[in-house]
């Protein structure tokens, strides 16, 4: 039938939406219904702590006495801790010697473990290490890489190499600690990815094959940018855990050897629990909180992560 | 151009054997349609033959070189897959080059030959696009000009009409037959719509079950089948098929008697005559059914379905079976009427309890 007819006339059009059906209203109602739950956590989880927490940056508050009410001074103060920078430019070390590692193995083994083998045994192996808490991971590890009595240190022996300080040294902690959540995630990255491929239709694969495309010419240019938006959740995903990596550094190194894995989380935790300074922990976690939804911003932006071209 | 030659070409999958010795040639420049029910193992063989499959037995040869062994990419062939296979995330352009950029085409030569085949099939003005952008009709268009620029020696075709509605379909069809009477190219084609097999073939491959039931020109298959089978599949609607007993035989010819149909015996002409009373079925084209005709039965009509030009009328003889007649005016009929129905023996097909034909 003609729209013409149909259409509402024109001076209505401009100031109002489409009028409901009550069918759609009714359809509407269900949908906030389903997502109600997720919403009231979401507000009692993360939006009033996160307001909370706004309202505690403005003030002075040792847990003892009354908060005293601050204004920016926290953030003036946070501006000129060189110590805040640092343990940014660490936690920054910390993302950029994770992620790209966590990201291309999990990718690699999820390329393999669909084009060899698609075995559920092999997935469940390959997402083991992160069905066990970071605690329990970094423990494990704790002992493993201990420069004298580690089976890391006796196997780097065998292969007639000199032992090395790991987690006790200065210039290798960090790494290690980066190492151990690589170890931790990658299976888990991997899953993802897994997935990610499973759309991906075989036969733009065959049509590949017929037009003469190798194996790395296919992952270079149908695997890779059909994945984008996959790959865009786990770079966002990734790097906002990263970001807030705490408790692997608090079993294993708690901020040390000599602040070297002082990342800034470890540090917030410090001025609040150590040093009882709520406000000023709290400042420094809004300012996290800004740097962290500006990088996503950023990522979605230039990786186009919510446009697939598949579907 | 190319021909194909398979020679006891056979796949097996584990224990499972589904293509059992395929022997087949292909001429060059020839329009080859595979068609079978499902199952029948007519799109695993063009998959041999495009290298997307192992052979597991016998000899795939094309333009006379050994190709079993040969990679996908350098058989010299180009396919058209039935969900068109387009690479969503490049535009039709990109698309279209694609192949050509592996085989080390220079970029002016891949834009001037991507340029011809989108001035042939009318794409033009689409080759900026990205295939989310286009209707079903043009990506098909695009999927067979990927095929086309890289001009190989044969085009396989994968179902590739099935996707689209049945106007589209037609409309594609007679695009397919002109393209292919435009650069000749040898072409192997699979579907299971017998419209596209009839009017697109030069010769027709009915497969069954992994095996070749007949190969042979669109009306070969249609005028002499070699089986019952052939008979049910080719032609729509399907060939009538009766049981009939063979009351006498002698001399050339046979006398039949018509199962649960009242209608008087008759004889026909068989140069190798059953034994009296087995059991044969005898098959009727719709359109050889008629008012008039020699042997004469006495139906009652259940439904006429008017096509305008014509009608298919179909009728039965109490519980016996419904026989449907193609009539060419049946304006005046009516549900429940009797229908003197009748046919010439000469023109009607008959076949042993086996299914195999009786000639």
């Known amino acids: ?311 | 151009m190319s021909g194909l030659e398979l020679t006891q070409l056979q796949k097996s999958y584990g224990a499972t054997q589904v293509i059992h010795g395929v022997d087949l040639t292909v001429e060059p420049g020839e329009f080859c349609v595979f068609v079978g029910p499902s199952g029948c193992g007519k799109s695993t063989l063009l998959r041999m033959i495009a290298g997307l499959e192992d052979i597991s037995g016998g000899t795939l040869s094309i333009g006379g070189a050994p190709m079993n062994e040969v990679d996908p990419s350098k058989r010299g062939v180009a396919m058209v897959f039935q969900s068109y296979a387009l690479y969503p995330h490049m535009t039709v352009r990109e698309n279209m080059g694609f192949g050509l950029r592996f085989e080390r085409v220079p970029k002016d030569q891949i834009k001037r030959r991507v340029d011809e085949a989108a001035e042939v099939l009318e794409l033009s003005h689409l080759l900026d696009r990205k295939p989310k952008a286009l209707s079903g009709g043009q990506r098909q268009r695009v999927a067979i000009g990927r095929a086309i620029v890289r001009k190989p020696e044969v085009f396989l075709f994968d179902e590739p009409l099935s996707n689209l509605d049945a106007e589209l379909r037609g409309t594609m069809r007679v695009e397919i037959a002109r393209l292919h009477k435009e650069i000749g190219a040898t072409i192997v084609y699979v579907t299971h719509d017998q419209v596209e097999a009839m009017t697109l073939a030069d010769k027709i491959v009915v497969l069954r079950a992994g095996q070749v039931e007949q190969a042979g020109t669109p009306l070969d298959l249609y005028d002499d089948p070699d089986n019952a089978f052939i008979a049910g599949f080719i032609g729509s609607p399907q060939m009538n098929m009766l049981g009939a007993t063979v009351e006498a035989a002698d001399g050339g010819r046979v006398r039949l008697r018509l199962d649960g149909i009242a209608a008087e015996p008759f004889e026909m002409p068989l140069a190798a005559p059953p034994a009296p009373g087995d059991r044969v079925t005898l098959g009727i084209r719709p359109e050889h059914l008629s008012t008039t005709g020699a042997v004469r039965m006495d139906l009652v009509l259940e439904i006429v379905e008017h096509l305008g030009s014509e009608s298919l009328v179909h009728a039965r003889s109490g519980t016996g079976p419904r026989l449907v007649m193609r009539l060419p005016d049946s304006r005046g009929l009516r549900t429940g009427l009797p229908v003197a129905a009748g046919f010439d023996p000469a023109r009607a097909f008959l076949f042993d309890a086996d299914g195999r034909r009786l000639r």
Request: glycine content about 8%; some cysteine; charged content about 15%.
């Open chain 1, 1 to 311: 039938m003609s729209g013409q007819i149909d259409a509402p006339p024109r001076r209505r059009a401009g100031r109002m939406l489409p009028r409901m059906t009550a069918l759609r209203r009714r359809e509407a109602l269900t949908g906030y219904l389903f997502i109600l739950p997720a919403g009231i956590g979401l507000l009692a989880f993360f939006v009033l702590p996160t307001l909370r927490a706004a309202q505690i940056s403005l003030t002075h508050w040792n847990l003892m006495r009354p908060a005293k009410w601050a204004g920016f001074e926290n953030y003036a103060r946070l501006w000129a801790d060189a110590q805040f920078w640092d343990s940014m430019w660490i936690t920054l070390c910390y993302v950029l010697y994770n992620i790209p590692v966590q990201t291309a193995l999990g990718l690699l083994i999820a390329v393999l473990a669909d084009r060899l083998a698609k075995s559920v045994a092999l997935r469940a192996v390959i997402i083991a290490p992160y069905l066990i808490s970071n605690v329990v991971a970094g423990l494990v590890w704790l002992l493993m890489l201990d420069p004298l009595i580690g089976m890391t240190n006796s196997f780097l022996g065998l292969l007639g190499l000199a032992p090395q300080g790991f987690l006790s040294s200065p210039d290798q902690s960090l790494i290690s600690v980066a190492a151990i959540s690589i170890w931790r995630h990658a299976g888990f990255t991997a899953l993802l990815f897994y997935a990610g491929l499973q759309a991906i239709p075989k036969d733009l694969y065959e049509a590949a094959r017929l037009d003469g495309a190798s194996e790395a010419a296919m992952f270079r240019l149908i695997t890779l940018p059909l994945l984008r938006p996959v790959l865009v959740f786990v770079l966002v995903t990734s790097i906002v855990g990263s970001f807030q990596v705490f408790d692997v550094i608090a079993v294993t190194t708690q901020g040390g050897p000599a602040g070297s894995t002082r990342a800034v989380l470890w540090y917030i935790y410090e001025n609040a629990f150590q040093f009882s300074r709520m406000g000023y922990a709290s400042a420094m976690s809004m300012v996290l909180f800004a740097i962290l939804v500006l990088v996503t911003l950023a990522q979605m932006r230039l990786l186009r992560g919510d446009r697939s071209d598949l579907g």
